[in-house]
């Protein structure tokens, strides 16, 4: 067997990929429901209602999906330039943290500079604790991958001091937990009745500001360039380490306004359990997309809903919701094969 | 007692040992790994379904050596998932990796989750228990110190000698390091590098599964859901640290553990008034800090991260 590069790569079949991936993965993990004992069609069925099936399911998801959309395209724009930001986590944990340690009292401003500001102060936060990785990475040829997942663990331990400590609700009856958010600072709701709120519209904004960058604009190209080829880009002039710095810089911020917005919009407050993985999340979210950020909108929505769908079929039938995280990580795993399969024709000999 | 009296206890040292086996196994599994030209970021899911899997063993009735055996079966096959995508179709050992790992945790809680639906405490099973090694755990001090500790102690440091003496006095540990550095010279040598690079990932990431399977089977004797808790990353920082060298492997495992051990003691002494949190933070922070010291000389296989695709120049 032999892989054998295409001249030409049809454009069904770059959007055929992630579809297949997708089946791919549900196929597979059909052999768990079964093993749970349960009917394998009515329990997708179930997680297909438990995601879209009702007004609140729905909402849910979409409200699911709001930060998943910023940190999967903190994710694109990273992996694009081959910045392996695997910190995802600890960049929403520390936007998260900026929102909460501003906006629960110290800075008070009309609510049109008010969620600005936040929004900004938490994309700087995020942004900056990718800087340190990215610069480690620049000077010292320093691994990455390793140092942004070790300080997803220092960033948590940090927000689980602050919350014990000196941000912790004096009114909070001993949990650990922050004080709200002012009023001024609340993202407010968009549709009635639900916890969906204006994050939704910000992370879609973001998606398309995203797409415009590396799509129209040089820095988007060097970061494309860098990714392909750094020491041809390198040759052709581009700042390789700047590059490499900006794109931290956008990365970063993308994750940190991912916990901005469950701070100020979903929750309210922060506590340790913020993010049930948001981070993890974004890369399954990135890879789906195959990194391109229009498609990081559709990609977030159909993994959050596999999560909200799972959380509700396992309350109706004997199957752990945990098969969400199988399903998430199978399709990580199927993305790449199918998604090398439009770029190489097998042959077999 | 002061911070630096803690050194001079025996529990010091014995939980040194404890804290740095499930790091040695990890270390030892990941370099190998990497030796053989490939990253393996699986090694966070592997070691916590090497965790699931030893201690589901056990508590289904099995016993604890064939546990231990399990564990590595199953970390086997994870790193020939691994070796498919990373190896055999040479799609990025950093995506895959991470894909990996995101598998393996979730398969873990899932199986744990439907084999005991209704468990809320945790249950336990009979863990491995200390072995006192007869006449060397008489010496005063150096007795209760390093030589009264489960089986599975005593196995990691076995294991650092096998596989520095398999890597470095064997054949075959010459053809994984070739295939690691010079992937065309070994095929010219007749050696089958995808084959290599496979049986490499599929032994390494038996070895991180019973680092996970020590936490489980020996160290607690249940099962916690993230109870992996970034080992298996600073496993991957410490083959940096330890450039890819089983004997450092095994001194940055101590080093590490012990800064542990003691983090732990100093906590626990009157006056200190340090939050909890910043001892918790050590491990990671040594962990990146020691990257940052090796940078400068770290000297990585060449064709780590290289996939190898037959018939074709790079």
Same mark, same amino acid.
């Given at each position: ?200 519209? $910000?992370?879609? #904004? !973001?998606?398309?500001?995203?797409? *415009? %960058?590396?799509?129209? /604009?040089?820095?988007?190209?060097? &970061?494309? @360039? ?79 809903? $596999?999560?909200? #769908? !799972?959380?509700?079929?396992?309350? *109706? %039938?004997?199957?752990? /919701?945990?098969?969400?995280?199988? &399903?998430? @990580? ?20 | ?314």
């Amino acid at each position: 067997m032999r892989l054998e590069p295409r001249q030409t790569i049809p454009m069904w079949m770059v959007l055929s990929a992630p579809v297949m991936a997708i089946i791919t993965a549900l196929v597979v993990c059909a052999g768990l429901v079964m093993w749970a004992g349960e009917p394998v069609l009515q329990a997708y069925w179930l997680l297909f209602k438990g995601a879209v099936g009702t007004r609140f399911a729905l909402t849910e998801t979409l409200t699911r999906a709001t930060p998943m959309i910023l940190t999967g395209l903190a994710a694109a724009v990273a992996f694009r330039a081959k910045l392996w930001n695997i910190g995802g986590e600890g960049q929403f944990y520390v936007g998260a943290l900026m929102a909460t340690w501003l906006g629960s009292g110290m800075v008070v401003l009309p609510p049109w500079l008010m969620i600005p500001f936040l929004l900004i102060t938490g994309a700087l936060a995020g942004g900056f604790l990718l800087l340190v990785p990215a610069i480690l990475k620049n000077k010292l040829k320093v691994d990455e991958v390793v140092t942004t997942l070790l300080l997803n663990f220092i960033v948590l331990l940090f927000v689980n001091f602050l919350l014990e400590g000196p941000l912790k609700d004096p009114m909070s009856m001993g949990w650990p937990q922050s004080a709200s958010i002012i009023d001024e600072g609340v993202l407010p709701g968009i549709v009635s009745k639900s916890r969906l709120h204006l994050g939704f519209f $910000i992370a879609m #904004g !973001a998606a398309v500001i995203v797409w *415009a %960058i590396m799509r129209f /604009t040089v820095w988007g190209y060097e &970061i494309r @360039a860098v990714g392909f080829n750094a020491a041809a880009a390198a040759f052709s002039g581009i700042g390789v380490k700047r590059t490499v710095v900006l794109t931290a810089l956008l990365s970063g911020g993308l994750a940190g306004i991912a916990g901005v917005g469950e701070v100020a919009g979903t929750k309210g407050y922060l506590t340790l359990d913020l993010s049930p993985g948001f981070g993890y999340a974004g890369i399954a979210v990135a890879m789906l997309a195959a990194l391109h950020p229009l498609a990081v909108i559709a990609s977030a929505l159909f993994l959050a809903g $596999i999560y909200v #769908g !799972a959380d509700s079929m396992s309350r *109706a %039938i004997n199957v752990p /919701t945990y098969i969400a995280d199988v &399903i998430v @990580a199978t399709c990580v795993l199927s993305v790449l094969v199918s998604l090398m399969l439009t770029r190489f024709r097998v042959r077999l000999r | 007692m002061d911070v630096f009296e803690i050194l001079l206890t025996a529990g010091f040292w014995a939980a040194t040992l404890r804290i740095a086996t499930p790091l040695i196994f990890g270390t030892l599994g990941e370099l190998i790994c990497e030796r053989a030209g490939v990253l393996n970021l699986g090694i966070e899911g592997i070691m916590t379904m090497g965790a699931m899997c030893g201690w589901m063993w056990v508590y289904m009735g099995g016993d604890l050596t064939s546990g231990v055996l399990f564990a590595a079966f199953i970390g086997a096959l994870f790193g020939l998932l691994h070796s498919i995508f990373a190896v055999y179709l040479g799609l990025s050992q950093h995506v895959a990796g991470i894909g990996i790992t995101m598998l393996g945790s979730s398969l873990s809680y899932f199986v744990f989750r439907m084999l005991l639906p209704n468990a809320t405490t945790p249950p336990k099973i009979d863990a491995f228990e200390n072995v006192a090694i007869p006449v060397l755990s008489d010496v005063p001090f150096l007795g209760p110190a390093l030589f009264n500790q489960t089986p599975m102690t005593y196995a990691a440091f076995v294991a650092v000698i096998g596989v520095w003496y398999g890597l470095h006095r064997t054949p075959l540990g010459l053809a994984v390091r070739m295939v690691g550095e010079n992937p065309l010279a070994a095929e010219a040598q007749g050696i089958n590098v995808l084959a290599v690079r496979t049986g490499a990932v599929m032994f390494g990431s038996a070895l991180m599964s019973v680092g996970g399977a020590f936490l489980t089977m020996s160290a607690f004797d249940a099962f916690f859901f993230g109870m992996i808790n970034g080992r298996g990353w600073i496993c991957v920082a410490l083959v940096i640290f330890a450039s890819w060298n089983p004997g450092k492997a095994l001194f940055g495992a101590l080093l590490f553990a012990g800064i542990d051990a003691w983090q732990v003691r100093v906590q626990q002494l009157p006056g200190v008034n340090i939050p909890y949190q910043f001892f918790l933070m050590a491990p990671y922070v040594l962990s990146i800090l020691a990257m940052i010291m090796v940078s400068r000389k770290a000297l990585y296989p060449k064709a780590l991260l290289v996939p190898f695709r037959r018939g074709e120049r790079t």
